[in-house]
Every structure is written in structure tokens, then in C-alpha cells.
């Protein structure tokens, strides 16, 4: 018999309440095709789940169709009948894949992405919106004052940073309670076991969750919706016998060998707890002092339940521990 869900997770400062895990819309209208998208919508709003993370700029470094991600969230959304049932959070404010290097961050580019969303999705509003991107050179001022006219607007109803520093999260907040505003509910980094040791992803003004961020979070209670939470399922191909690993694994983004000593300390964790490898991943992030909630790349409903099944699994602070010290040594403790 499954074990029962988790309870779902309220956001501090808002009004969502989301699964404990988020599904991640990457694949979707790229690696999976529209109905292998609509099944694997199913399959997580089956298991418990309600939290879908887009972005507008999904799928445009791929030729052809545009926003694809956001459309066929939309399409499912509709057919299904289900939008009062789901959180939908999207993405503006990156730069434009043809020009990667320019900051896309005017309040009419904001804008214009945000209503763009909104006319893809077939929504009245995003339940959570976040900024992909930060553009240093602007204040906060500006994002933070902007999306509280977007609030007033009825456009979205919480707002979360995305690749931000610790720094500017704080100076915005500040200024949000300074001037009576809204700040930041919600931060979305690049966080995984792995993520500080793997090599750079091949995108642009992505911001790794380090130890400022993790002082921020502890400090003030702020959620984590991290991104690349499995470390693209690294840990899962180590886990595996020898001769089933994949013959690419030592080509694998995470084969360094800080990922590989952590990941000795996963297959025996998982052993101890007698769970799958993926769930000993996922724990490291959920067995924190604030909310994290993961979000998943899942392909197939196998990997799906795969992650469910690992929602009641949590670390204790000696186990969070081993697998840091190995992850820093290089060498499992």
C-alpha cells in the first residue's frame, strides 16, 4: 500500500497550496510529443500533484513553433477543464535566444512576455510568475514595483525570483517592505546534490544555490522551487550495477569527482533506508528549515512515481552531513 501524500505546501506569503513536488515544462512539445504531454499531465494530477512550472521562453531554441511549453499547457488545461484544480507559474524576463546577451527587462518587455503568457495559456492569470532572469544593472525598484502593478491588475497572484543572488533577493524584499509592496514568495535557483560540482549548463545567467543563498533561505523562511533538482538523474545511472550503467555516463554533465564520493553516500543511504537512489536525491533538498518543493523533469509516469514514491523520505542532519562532507573531499566519508 502507497504511503499517504504529504500535505500540500502553502507558500509562505500567499495563497498556494502545491504539491510538495512541481512538474517541470522543458519537455514538454520537445522531448515529448503533445499526447505523451497530456499523459504525463494525467498521471501527476493523478498522484497528488497540482504545481506546473513554464516558461515563455520554452522550446525556442528549438526550430519551429514558438512558446510550444506554454501553448500545450494551455491546450491541456482547457481540455481537461482542470484550470481552477492547478498552480501554473511561468517565466519572463529572459533574453531573447537571438540575442542571449541583452537583457530583456524593460517594463514593456516584462509586459508584453506576461500578457503574451497569459493570451498562450488561455488563462485570466498566472498563479505564480516569476522573473527567469535578473538584470543587475537595473534596481530592484524597478521588478519589484512592476509586478505589484501586475498584482493590482489581477494578472498574476504571487511573484518568485528565478537565477538570483542572495544579495538582490534581499535588497528587493527590503524595498518591497520599505514601501509597503509585495516582495519575492518564492526563488527558484539551480540546486541539486550535484550542483556545485557539476559543469556549467549550457545556458546563460543561470545562479547555483551556494551558501549565501542557504544562509537567505534559513534566515528568512523563503521557499525554494529548485530547478535540475536530480542533477539530470546522474545519481540514479550511478546507482546502478556496472555492467547496466549507460556507456555515457563518464561523458554525464555530474561525473566529477565530488558527485562521484557523494554518490557512494547515496547508494548506501538508500540501502540503510531501503528506497530508491532518486529519493535520498530529493531528500537532501526537502530536509531543510524552509519549504523546498523540486521540481522534476519527469519523461515518463514511471519516472513520475518514481519521485512520488519518494515524498516521505527526509534526511537527518548527520546524513546531510556525510553526504556534504563527501561532496566537498571528493572522497566518501
Known amino acids: 500500500m502507497a504511503a499517504p ?37 494525467d498521471r ?14 520554452y522550446s525556442d531554441w528549438e526550430p519551429g513553433e514558438k512558446r510550444r511549453s506554454e501553448r500545450i499547457l494551455g491546450d491541456w488545461l482547457k481540455a481537461r477543464g482542470n484550470r481552477d484544480r492547478i498552480v501554473v507559474a511561468t517565466k519572463g524576463a529572459h533574453p531573447l535566444i537571438e540575442s542571449l546577451t541583452v537583457p530583456h527587462s524593460a517594463a514593456a518587455e516584462i509586459r508584453d512576455d506576461l500578457e503574451g503568457s497569459l493570451r498562450t495559456l488561455r488563462t485570466d492569470v498566472v498563479d505564480l510568475y516569476w522573473l527567469h532572469r535578473d538584470d543587475p544593472a537595473r534596481p530592484v525598484e524597478h521588478f519589484i514595483d512592476l509586478l505589484n502593478v501586475f498584482l493590482r491588475e489581477g494578472k498574476i497572484r504571487a511573484f518568485g525570483a528565478s537565477n538570483w543572488t542572495a544579495a538582490r533577493l534581499r535588497a528587493a524584499n527590503a524595498h518591497a517592505r520599505a514601501s509597503g509592496q509585495e516582495g519575492f514568495s518564492v526563488n527558484q535557483p539551480f540546486w541539486s546534490l550535484g550542483c556545485q560540482q557539476s559543469r556549467p549548463p549550457p545556458f546563460t545567467g543561470y545562479v547555483k544555490f551556494d551558501a549565501d543563498l542557504l544562509r537567505f533561505h534559513c534566515e528568512t523562511g523563503l521557499a525554494v522551487v529548485p530547478y535540475t533538482s536530480q542533477a539530470n538523474g546522474f545519481f540514479s545511472k550511478l546507482a546502478l550495477p556496472k555492467d547496466r550503467q549507460p556507456a555515457s ?3 554525464h554533465d555530474y561525473h566529477t569527482p565530488p558527485n562521484l564520493a557523494a554518490g557512494k553516500v547515496v547508494v548506501e543511504l538508500a540501502a540503510a533506508k531501503n528506497v530508491a537512489p532518486s529519493a535520498i536525491v530529493l531528500a537532501y533538498l526537502w530536509s531543510r528549515p524552509f519549504p523546498v518543493v523540486p ?11 518514481d ?25 566518501a566519508p
Open 5 to 41: 501524500l504529504p500535505p500540500p505546501v502553502t507558500l509562505p506569503g500567499t495563497r498556494l497550496a502545491v504539491s510538495p513536488l512541481c512538474l517541470g515544462g522543458v519537455p514538454f512539445g520537445l522531448t515529448l510529443t503533445e499526447s505523451e504531454t497530456f499523459a504525463l499531465l
Open 44 to 57: 501527476f494530477v493523478e498522484l497528488g500533484g497540482n504545481f506546473v512550472d513554464t516558461a515563455r521562453i
Open 249 to 251: 555516463l563518464a561523458q
Open 295 to 305: 521540481i522534476i523533469g519527469s519523461r515518463t509516469p514511471e519516472q513520475l512515481e
Open 307 to 331: 519521485s512520488f514514491a519518494a515524498l516521505p523520505v527526509r534526511l537527518a542532519e548527520n546524513e546531510l552531513r556525510r553526504l556534504e562532507l563527501a561532496s566537498a573531499s571528493g572522497l
